[in-house]
């Protein structure tokens, strides 16, 4: 049957455990500064939306991206495929409840694919296959109307589960992608899932962890894996938990070395710059500020300086296009 997958409890597997464990505790005593941590959680998710797409063939980088506001819109194809996995997340972290269901799964992948197919929030109705990159079909998933029963059943050993998270999380993105309910984008909307089940089991690390990172960087290693034959999965496990052991030792380390920053020495490079040009003249009109970065869109600049207000580094006087600009303190 095709959810037997099982795993042993290897000596590599129960020291992940504790390492992770370990890191959730020292993340719960280290100092909680908002304006850093919620940039670091933002360079998180935006690392976790990209290396997803790019695990599936976006070419898409971080710095092609990172001063970016394209989540409001989404110009080209590999933008929009970004955009609707930050969508995605965002969604997810509105979700109160810990239930996992059918309908969970296909309104998010509305949300992932919006745009890029037709067949959106729907189980695929015809038989699909996974091919190599010789165009060499290498996986037949079950037949399409098997599928939702798969699903529903596959939902319900990760609800009755008794193990640890993570292992629950690796054990559900696996079986998920063997199942491979979607004609597209089963990759993506199984990795969120898989973050889901680790925020809801208490691994979440304040979302300052992007798995996608390690499984983009170790694609091969990731691919092989998941294309295991046979029932024992524990290679996958102990893969996937390696990767989260490794990715939360780099958030804890990348916290720690900001923790006696400046906050706005957590800003994206040209809202510093803006930060200082204001500072420094103390009152600027938006125009002004327009003529120092006249190659970004009056949008963008826009974007900057609302982004500044709340987190209460300016102030804005007037509410017309004649409004003001002036440091809070």
């Known amino acids: ?49 990209v290396y997803s797409a790019r695990i599936e063939g976006n070419r898409l980088r971080m ?10 819109r989404g110009e080209t194809r590999e933008k929009l495929e970004i955009a609707n996995i930050l969508k995605a997340i965002r969604w997810l972290d509105s979700q109160r409840s ?15 694919m919006s745009g890029l197919t037709e067949e959106l929030g729907r189980f695929r109705s015809s038989q699909s296959a996974i091919f190599n990159q010789a165009g060499v079909a290498i996986y037949l998933p079950p037949p399409a109307s098997e599928v939702g029963t798969l699903v529903e059943k596959l939902i319900e050993q990760a609800r009755s589960s008794k193990d640890a998270g993570p292992l629950v999380s690796a054990r559900f993105h ?9 004609l597209d984008g089963n990759g993506r909307v199984g990795r969120l899932v898989s973050a889901f089940i680790l925020e809801k089991t208490g691994y ?69 710059e803006i930060l200082e040009i204001i500072r420094d003249q103390k009152m600027v009109s938006f125009d002004a500020i327009k003529r120092r970065f006249f190659k970004v869109p009056s949008s963008t600049i826009h974007y ?10 300016i102030k804005k006087l007037g509410k017309t296009r004649g409004s003001l600009y002036t440091p809070a303190d």
């Not at 304006?35 to 935006?46: T, W």
């Not at 710095?63 to 409001?72: H, K």
């Not at 696996?174 to 979607?182: G, N, R, S």
């Open 1 to 49: 049957m095709l959810l037997d997958y099982a795993y042993s409890i290897t000596p590599a597997i129960t020291d992940h455990l504790y390492q992770l464990d370990v890191l959730n505790k020292a993340l719960t005593l280290m100092p909680h500064l908002p304006h850093i941590e919620e940039n670091l959680k933002r360079k998180s998710l935006l690392k976790s939306s």
């Open 63 to 72: 710095e092609d991206v990172e001063n970016s506001t394209f989540e409001l």
């Open 98 to 112: 810990n239930v996992l269901s059918k309908a969970f799964l296909m309104e998010l992948h509305k949300i992932v």
């Open 174 to 182: 696996f079986v998920f992608e063997k199942i491979h309910p979607f």
């Open 204 to 272: 979440g690390f304040r979302k300052l962890v992007s798995l996608e990172e390690y499984l983009e960087n170790e694609r091969e290693r990731y691919y092989h894996f998941l294309n295991t034959a046979g029932k024992d999965i524990t290679g996958f496990i102990e893969f996937f938990l390696e990767g989260f052991v490794l990715q939360a030792e780099k958030a804890l380390v990348n916290l720690g070395k900001t923790k006696e920053e400046l906050p706005e020495d957590s800003l994206l490079p040209r809202r510093r």
């Open 304 to 313: 900057d300086l609302k982004q500044l207000t709340k987190d209460r580094f």
